[in-house]
């Protein structure tokens, strides 16, 4: 049975920028008092970049934070279109935190059940959503979307490649994603949010709304950042 999402609605961008930064920051530090360390996902593209840089000025014990992507695409590391470039660029040249990449030069992907340091779950996952209801790299299209979106896979890394857009990706999984303390969804616009609301009421299958089986498997109450 899933948790209903608590909704927060903004005037504008730098708004809920700001407060998604200081919900976030807040479970960073709640994860650093209670355990010594606090492990953080967050997405590419455009839409997060006010939220990083925002969370970028949050007073925090940054060496003790570790921060992954939820999703990359296979392209060089300097490339415009990297998410790692935009993470280094919004949050990573600003503070010390710890980057684990989620592409490994050798193996291609990154396993997260074999990193040492990873507690068996986030305390915070943002994720940004699609105007066709993908989250991460969860395309209802793509290659790998039935084995992503099964709750029990032991994979917390796929590789995906979907004819909706222009180079391969490598994502968190669907049981990856939910192994978390605190789950936010930041999005923006009408069209997204009427995206969003279809999901929560079930009109498409899950591997039709990847969003939806991600909200509906969340453990906690997922958070619903929007603004126009």
Known sequence: ??????????????????????????????????????????????????????????????????????????????????????????????????????????????????????????DAVVLGMGADGHCASLFADGDNIAAALRVDTVESVLNMRSPSVPEARVTLTLSALVATRALFVLIRGADKRRTLESALRGVKPFAHAPIRAVLEHAPVAPQIYWSP
């Open 1 to 122: 049975m899933s948790i209903a999402p608590v909704e927060h609605a903004f005037a504008n961008a730098d708004a809920q920028a700001q407060a998604l930064a200081d919900a976030v920051a807040a479970r960073l530090r709640e994860g650093i008092d209670a355990r010594g360390g606090a492990w953080l996902a967050v997405p590419g593209g455009a839409t997060p970049r006010k939220f990083l840089a925002a969370l970028a000025r949050q007073a925090l014990d940054w060496p003790r934070v570790t921060v992954i992507l939820t999703d990359e695409r296979l392209v060089p590391a300097d490339d415009a279109r990297s998410n790692a470039r935009l993470l280094r660029e919004s949050l990573l040249d600003h503070v010390q935190a710890t980057f684990v990449p989620l592409v490994d030069a050798q193996s291609g992907k990154m396993d997260l059940s074999t990193t040492a340091e990873f507690a068996h779950a986030f």
